[in-house]
């Protein structure tokens, strides 16, 4: 449930943490200050995640990324690995990590049959089938969110005819538009004997899974993960400082970055709780930190 704002800013207002008193720092320095000299020995982790965070009306905000989140929450592990004290409360009974629960295949509706992985997470198992042309197949491997695998994806295309020029000539020969006549009659007469079934696997359910830290970090964000940054200037194009110089291509393509910056409807307290309940998910703390990508 979001936090109101009144929530947000009464547990931000509150003096009983020991380091209260050095609020006015930026961000920066709080965390700097933190993570030094023992400072979150003996400190609850809510209250230390409360310290260096952003308030607005109704949104919190790291400046961290989820790896620096991560790498903050492990220094404080490490520093108070006897007693991990996450919260002055314990979470409730209701209070779960943000799983995936749906009814039907998110992919689509219509899909028919379960399967459950070793995860314990409950995929789509329904199988379609493809039948291509096999000298015209190209596959590409991708991301799929759905499934949260890599996986690899099969078409077909149809040879490219030759183009005109922009003044309207036609710049290719006749052996060119030979050679296209050529292959397009082969692309007609061709028999589709190249078979790709592939399975949905798409994610209904992972309840019964062990959640890593980063995974349950995603999900509670509501910014995105990466971002897109040119060099120089925020949107302008310019020169690109990380190519080659003798790269033909001067301008900045943009480069993906983690996003420093995540956003959550909730105080540090109860991102503490989150915290617990992942450590909690296996004995003596052995849930993953970081998510491996599984490879279909
Ligand atoms: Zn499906
Ligand atoms: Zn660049």
Known sequence: MPHTASQIFKKWMEPDFKFFVNREGSIEERMKFLMQNNNMKGEY??????YIRWGGQTTVMYELG?????DFIQYWMRENKDNLIWADKAPSERFALPYIKHDKCPRNGEHK?????????????????????PSFV?????????SDMK?????QSEPIAPSY???GSFPCDNKELEAYGKEMDKF??????????????AILSDENSVLSLERILDRL??????RTVYCGSRYAFGPCKRLNESDEQRNCPGHTEENKITVHTFDGWTLARYVQKWYEQVDNGQASVFEKTIQA
């Open 45 to 50: 982790l809510g209250a230390c995640l409360d």
């Open 66 to 70: 989820t790896t620096g989140l991560i």
């Open 113 to 133: 049959g379960l399967v459950r992985d070793l995860g314990g997470r409950i995929r789509c198992s329904h199988k379609s089938k493809k039948e291509l042309k």
């Open 138 to 146: 190209h596959s590409y491997t991708t991301f799929d969110e759905f």
């Open 151 to 155: 996986i690899t994806e099969s078409f």
């Open 165 to 167: 020029d922009e003044d």
């Open 188 to 201: 007609y007469h061709e028999e589709p004997s190249f078979v790709v079934e592939d399975i949905c696997y």
């Open 221 to 226: 964000n509501l910014e995105l993960k990466y």
